[in-house]
């Protein structure tokens, strides 16, 4: 099981104050996931072959809460689903716990790992 992050079903980019048009594309930091036109966080068009699409936003698992939405990958495509636990891990100094409604959870996770939530 994981959360990481996954490119391969990125369709769009999109800077939420307007930094993206037809003469200025998004800027797109990959590190950070932000504009670096305006260091806000970037929109992200995700669409798997099945015809699932989300707009999401990256951030780090420790500023993941629980009832928040996030797109993980399962099996060939992507799903979407609450967070119920996100917190430093209870086994693992250093790492964080994130688990998902109906997908299952993950204690193993680096706080900084970014993840594809729904803003």
């Given at each position: 099981?994981?959360?990481r992050?996954?490119?391969?079903?990125d369709k769009?980019?999109?800077?939420?104050?307007?930094?993206?048009?037809?003469?200025?594309?998004?800027?797109l930091d990959?590190?950070?996931w932000?504009?670096?036109?305006?260091q806000q966080?970037v929109?992200?068009?995700?669409?798997?072959?099945?015809?699932?699409?989300?707009?999401?936003?990256?951030?780090q698992?420790?500023?993941?809460?629980?009832d928040?939405?996030?797109?993980?990958r399962?099996?060939?495509?992507i799903?979407c689903?609450?967070?119920?636990g996100?917190?430093?891990?209870?086994y693992?100094?250093?790492?964080?716990y994130?688990g998902?409604?109906?997908?299952?959870?993950?204690?193993?996770?680096?706080?900084?790992?970014?993840?594809?939530?729904?803003?």
């Amino acid at each position: 099981m994981t959360f990481r992050v996954e490119i391969v079903f990125d369709k769009h980019y999109s800077c939420p104050s307007g930094h993206d048009s037809n003469e200025h594309a998004t800027d797109l930091d990959r590190r950070t996931w932000t504009c670096r036109t305006c260091q806000q966080s970037v929109h992200i068009e995700m669409v798997d072959k099945a015809g699932n699409s989300y707009i999401v936003e990256r951030r780090q698992a420790r500023e993941i809460r629980m009832d928040d939405y996030i797109v993980y990958r399962v099996k060939s495509g992507i799903a979407c689903n609450f967070v119920t636990g996100s917190n430093p891990s209870k086994y693992k100094v250093g790492k964080w716990y994130l688990g998902v409604k109906d997908f299952g959870s993950d204690a193993d996770l680096s706080p900084d790992q970014y993840i594809s939530r729904i803003p």
